[in-house]
């Protein structure tokens, strides 16, 4: 496996709020976190940084996460735990009233791949040289397009496509959706949404199918990112197999 996990303002933004970070546990397997913060004012850094170091911590000195159950229960009860601690902050620090993140995570082992998502930052996989979205916006606009009330092309460009349904600080209990991905793929991408807004599928598909390194297909992602607008702040986690790898 090659990995690689960047983060960049953009081009409007004064301060980064996203974290991304990808780790491996006492066997191998593999924890990708990207979370987008919001709320201003530094507020959203600290929520998104608080559910990424807080799950990053935990699964990095584990010996194993165990079969597909407990993981799915790893990440439903330490996504709660998280979320329960932008609670506790928000009351201890008034400014911080109203602060927030998404969630997007994927657990790589040898006998399963799961995503876990909360928001609109988003989880695909590359199979066959094609992009994949696994995950579902949790968003007003997209919940509309489910319900038939808007179509996609009228979601696309919503005065109203950023206005979130559910995220961590938002909502408490939190639910977080899982997917069970299939094993026989060959990269995977988080991303928020800061990439998604400004580059097609099918350009983001292009530049992950290129012949370039590992790292150089992300920081050309961010690049192009930014050269269409960098509206947003742009994070990344990436993992590909090397050829001989399972697929």
């Not at 979320?83 to 928000?90: M, R, S």
């Not at 994927?106 to 590359?126: C, H, P, R």
């Not at 991408?189 to 990439?195: K, M, N, T």
Request: charged share 25%; aromatic share 6%.
């Amino acid at each position: 496996m090659k990995s690689y996990y960047i983060t960049d303002t953009g081009k409007v933004r004064t301060h980064n709020e996203d974290s991304v970070m990808i780790v491996k546990n006492l066997s191998g397997e593999y924890l990708m976190v990207v979370a987008d913060g919001m709320g201003g004012h530094k507020a959203g850094e600290v929520a998104s940084s608080i559910v990424v170091n807080g799950l990053t911590d935990k699964f990095k000195v584990m010996e194993t996460i165990g079969e597909k159950q407990d993981a799915v229960n790893w990440i439903r009860k330490n996504a709660n735990e998280l979320n329960e601690a932008i609670f506790k902050y928000t009351d201890e620090f008034e400014e911080s009233k109203g602060m927030g993140t998404t969630l997007v995570l994927a657990i790589i082992t040898k006998e399963y791949i799961l995503f876990g998502n909360v928001g609109d930052s988003s989880g695909f996989v590359i199979k066959n040289k094609a992009l994949y979205k696994v995950t579902k916006d949790h968003t007003l606009v997209n919940l509309l397009v489910e319900t038939g009330e808007l179509t996609a092309e009228e979601a696309e460009n919503h005065p109203r496509k950023n206005v979130l349904m559910r995220a961590l600080g938002a909502n408490n209990p939190i639910d977080v959706d899982i997917f069970d991905v299939d094993t026989a793929c060959d990269a995977i991408l988080l991303c928020s949404d800061g990439l998604t807004n400004m580059l097609t599928n099918n350009q983001i598909e292009k530049v992950l199918n290129s012949d370039l390194g590992t790292e150089e297909k992300i920081v050309k992602l961010i690049k192009k990112s930014n050269l269409r607008g960098g509206t947003d702040n742009v994070s990344i986690a990436y993992l590909e197999k090397e050829s001989g790898e399972d697929k």
